[in-house]
């Protein structure tokens, strides 16, 4: 072996030009792959934790305008959800749906400490909102159900917002305060942290935004947590059932898929879900296919490196090599030649990766609407890593076979007459 | 030593060229011979076939009582590894490896140990005058010093016969002189069976027997132990 490896480290060395390039289109082949897969990965993580921390099975209903003539009224008319459509929704659909709440926006108005102040939106919810979106509390609680049954003025605010209602002194002293909310006081029970994911609104109880606002019956949007539709055509047919009660409600068609909106995540995340596996299954193609061009690289080298020592190895022969000693030698330096720089490529694309990773793997982009990370940790699995490479050596191998078969073969004679 | 029985040589190209037409021959052990032809005559063929390079399609051959036909790759590597020196025209040496390594690659084949035959190597460099050049490239040696190098690699595995395709073609006629003295040598001192294919009169008549080829037939055989083989008289230019 010590013979076998000193002959190859002489025919390299000899050789600076095939080696190198034989070496490059290893290295780069698989350095290539993991560069892509790991920027792959990136975006996938990405998308996926954007999505952490929010609740499946969620359902928001949102009014629409009706599509088509019902029942002598025309279409085109738009309906407002109300109160009785949280009632059903809690009490008809009680099998599927586990908590009902809404969520009514107010206009701006302005919210006011002392003499500091600040304008918002104020989100009237119920105490589900924080499963559907993620709320993160700081200090304080989310609304609760007494808040919602007696029309309790509370009050839960942002960091940020505290912070600027009280801008002097630690913005956790707010809580328990009373501030006012245009000429009303409420109470602040909690603060939220800001996710700086768009905007952040002041939260307070649906009822309590309802009566002191005047909105009457208005319910905004519905939210509801649900559980039981395991897969998409349960999902569809709930939502065709479900539509077609709340349509009823508003004398609209109950097919009529415009009146009210939908939105449901689990299908939402369905769909994401399988766009994410185009997307990895796109990249495990191209990734393969840089593979191959890797391999071809290294069985065209072959060749080339076969055909120019023809007459190398008819000299060999005539003093007394077997064919089977030329084709060992030439296997091995092949497998020597593609797992030394295919380690290379392999350490230069996980160095590339984490380099990403530094570079781009913990920065937020301002996205228009807020800032996010749409790359995250875009590394791969080391076990990839070496597989891929693996596959690249061993394949490579097979592709110079070939020629290195028929260089064994020919007879000494026609090899010492080459060239 | 070599016993050959109507050896017929075909060529299957564009054209069928019929080279050997039933060539019998018998070369005795310890013998210095020379094949002499025109080129084409077929006497490179010859020498392919008497070392195993080439196959035949029909006739008998038998080296040292082993009969040469059909023999595998693997087989044939061995017996031309145990049995044949080969010189070649164009010397053939591993231009990436150095004088000593080219000595030693037999060696290597036959799974000798790497020091014992770098020493056995180093010893037969030094007989041939090469001691010195031992870690130069072929590219680095001289014509004749090259020839050195590949005579001290056919010997190195003290072959039953040596066999040399124009060994001096390559060669200045000074040169020439020496490589056929040092042949010579070694047919006189140490009884090795050399064959010599040569076109050139001078240098086939530095052997001790002259076999004419032409046209794939074996002409006449001259004995020429004098040395005093027309058309080149005792004192006659090699070259």
């Keep these: 072996m010590n013979d076998i490896l000193s002959e190859i480290w002489a025919t390299a060395r000899n050789n600076k030009l095939r080696t190198i390039l034989t070496g490059f289109a290893v290295a780069w082949g698989i350095f290539m792959l993991i560069t892509l897969l790991g920027a792959g990965n990136g975006l996938i993580n990405g998308i996926t934790q954007q999505t952490e921390g929010r609740f499946n099975n969620t359902m928001v209903v949102y009014g629409g305008t009706t599509s088509q003539p019902y029942n002598g009224l025309k279409e085109g008319r738009y309906i407002r959800l109300k109160n009785s459509d949280i009632a059903i929704t809690g009490s008809e659909f009680s099998g599927i749906v586990d908590e009902v709440g809404a969520m009514l926006y107010t206009s701006n108005l302005t919210i006011s400490n002392g003499q500091h102040y600040l304008t918002t939106w104020i989100a009237g919810v119920g105490p589900n909102h924080n499963k559907i979106n993620k709320v993160e509390m700081l200090v304080g609680r989310f609304i609760n159900k007494i808040d919602i049954d007696e029309h309790r003025k509370v009050l839960i605010l942002s960091n940020k917002q505290a912070q600027e209602l009280n801008p002097d002194g630690d913005y956790k002293s707010l809580l328990g305060k009373w501030v006012k909310v245009n000429a009303f006081a409420f109470r602040v029970v909690g603060i939220f942290k800001d996710d700086e994911n768009g905007r952040a609104d002041a939260f307070s109880a ?189 394949a490579g191998t097979i592709a110079g076979l070939i020629p290195s078969i028929k260089a064994a073969r020919i007879r000494p004679i026609n090899a010492l007459n080459s060239n | 030593m070599i016993h050959l029985e109507n050896i017929n040589k075909t060529y299957y190209g564009a054209q069928p060229l019929h080279v050997l037409k039933g060539i019998s021959l018998d070369i005795n052990e310890g013998e210095f011979v020379s094949i002499m032809g025109a080129s084409g005559s077929g006497k490179s063929t010859l020498l392919n076939i008497l070392g195993i390079l080439d196959n035949y399609d029909s006739g008998l051959y038998t080296l040292a009582g082993v009969p040469i036909k059909d023999l595998s790759e693997s087989k044939a590597a061995v017996y031309r590894n145990k049995m044949i020196g080969f010189i070649f025209q164009s010397f053939n040496l591993i231009g990436f490896k150095t004088a000593v390594e080219n000595v030693e690659l037999p060696l290597y084949y036959q799974g000798v140990g790497k020091r014992k035959r770098h020493n056995l190597a180093m010893e037969y460099l030094d007989r041939l005058g090469l001691k010195d050049w031992w870690h130069h490239y072929p590219n680095e040696l001289s014509g004749g010093q090259r020839q050195r190098v590949a005579i001290a690699r056919a010997l190195i595995t003290q072959p039953q016969i040596i066999l040399a395709d124009e060994p001096t073609g390559a060669l200045d006629s000074k040169t020439s002189v020496e490589v056929m003295q040092l042949l010579k040598s070694l047919n006189a001192d140490e009884h090795i069976t050399i064959v010599v294919v040569t076109h050139e009169s001078g240098v086939a008549n530095e052997t001790n027997k002259i076999i004419h080829i032409k046209d794939g037939i074996i002409g006449n055989i001259e004995e020429n132990l004098d040395h005093n083989s027309s058309p080149f008289g005792i004192n006659g230019m090699m070259k």
């Excluded at chain 1, 349509?247 to 449901?264: F, G, Y």
């Excluded at chain 1, 793997?361 to 597989?387: K, L, R």
């Design chain 1, 206 to 394: 649906y009822s309590t935004i309802q009566t002191i606002f005047g909105r009457g019956d208005d319910a905004g949007r519905i939210e509801f947590t649900f559980h039981g539709l395991p897969d998409e055509e349960s999902n569809e047919a709930f939502e065709n059932i479900y539509r077609a009660r709340i349509n009823a409600n508003h004398q609209a068609a109950p097919e009529d898929r415009s009146a009210i909106w939908l939105w449901n995540r689990f299908t939402d995340n369905l769909q994401m879900q399988s766009g994410m596996d185009i997307i990895r299954t796109f990249l495990w193609i191209v990734g393969l296919f840089t593979l191959l061009s890797g391999i071809v690289g290294v069985g065209n080298i072959m060749l080339i490196t076969v055909k120019e020592r023809t007459r190398e190895f008819g000299i060999r022969k005539a003093i007394g090599a077997r064919p089977w000693s030329i084709l060992k030698m030439i296997i091995i330096e092949s497998v020597i030649i593609t797992t030394f720089f295919g380690y290379i490529g392999m350490v230069l694309g996980v160095v590339a990766t984490e380099v990403m990773d530094r570079q781009f793997g913990h920065s937020e982009y301002d996205m228009g609407w807020g800032s996010e990370s749409i790359f995250v940790n875009p590394t791969v699995d080391i076990a990839i890593c070496i597989e891929a490479t693996i596959v690249l050596v061993v």
